[in-house]
């Protein structure tokens, strides 16, 4: 009986050491910090910190994802992806160094307050709404009880949020079979402006115009495009800068 009380408490410290065993950095913290664009090229295209990641400090210890965005937002710190399976994400912080352009660490500082922002949103619910879009649709929070609802806050002079669309419908388009999946775009201009906009540049969304103060006062937004993702039971899963980290994220939700 001790034998095999000996084995299990053996096989459970190998399999939690396992849970958190970390791996190397995947690219040299010092080197990726030679130059601006060098450093923005590789956090662009391998850091997304809207996602469920492990977080790791500087010594190498897994903390709260709260803390890790608190210590970016000094700007003293980046992250820096580990060598894992694809889908596993684990992100360490690694010190700026004195002499790394100055533009790093302001940049960094701008990014992270915006996540730590938008990740203190999720789990709260989405404030009550009641929109009618140009179609004439009711969309409401009695309406979307039961549905996943994806939100896009923009407005047609914002060339990141007129870029996007593209992916956007091609987003929708993949959903298009999911009838709890609803995709409704919040935008500041008038119906007048919209119509013309989207008659040479459609969306794929459930448009609702005049939305300016909603955003404004209520949603408190101070960064265009913004997207939210919406559970069935009306809480904030996620909000999201762009339309990578919104699939990224729909994906999960969606299997839910």
């Known amino acids: 009986m001790t034998k095999y009380l000996s084995f299990a408490f053996f096989f459970l410290l190998v399999s939690c050491s396992g849970q958190t065993k970390l791996g190397e950095p995947e690219v040299n913290p010092t080197e990726i910090q030679s130059n601006f664009m060098n450093w923005w090229k590789y956090h662009n295209e391998n850091i997304m910190l809207s996602r469920d990641f492990t977080p790791i400090d500087e010594n190498g210890t897994v903390i709260e994802k ?12 980046i992250p820096i992806r580990l060598k894992t399976a694809d889908t596993i994400f684990q992100y360490q912080l690694f010190k700026l160094l004195p002499n790394s352009d100055s533009n790093i660490k302001a940049t960094i500082a701008q990014v992270s307050f915006d996540e730590n ?9 989405f404030p009550k709404f009641n929109f009618t879009d140009l179609e004439g649709n009711i969309i409401s929070n009695e309406s979307m ?103 990224v994220a729909l994906e999960k939700e969606s299997r839910k």
């Open 66 to 77: 709260s803390a890790f965005l608190k210590t970016l937002m000094d700007g003293n710190t």
């Open 117 to 125: 922002d938008n990740f203190n949103q999720e789990g709260k619910p």
């Open 145 to 247: 009880k039961g549905k996943i609802m994806v939100v896009k806050c923009w407005f047609i002079h914002c060339a990141v949020c007129v870029k996007e669309i593209p992916s956007l419908n091609e987003m929708v388009n993949q959903y298009k079979d999911r009838k709890d999946i609803v995709f409704v775009s919040l935008a500041e201009d008038t119906p007048e402006q919209l119509k013309v906009f989207l008659a040479k540049k459609p969306l794929s969304y459930a448009v609702v115009p005049n939305m300016k103060k909603y955003m404004n006062e209520v949603l408190q937004l101070n960064a265009f495009p913004t997207h939210y993702i919406v559970n069935k039971d009306g809480k904030i899963v996620k909000v999201l800068a762009n339309d990578h980290a919104l699939k």
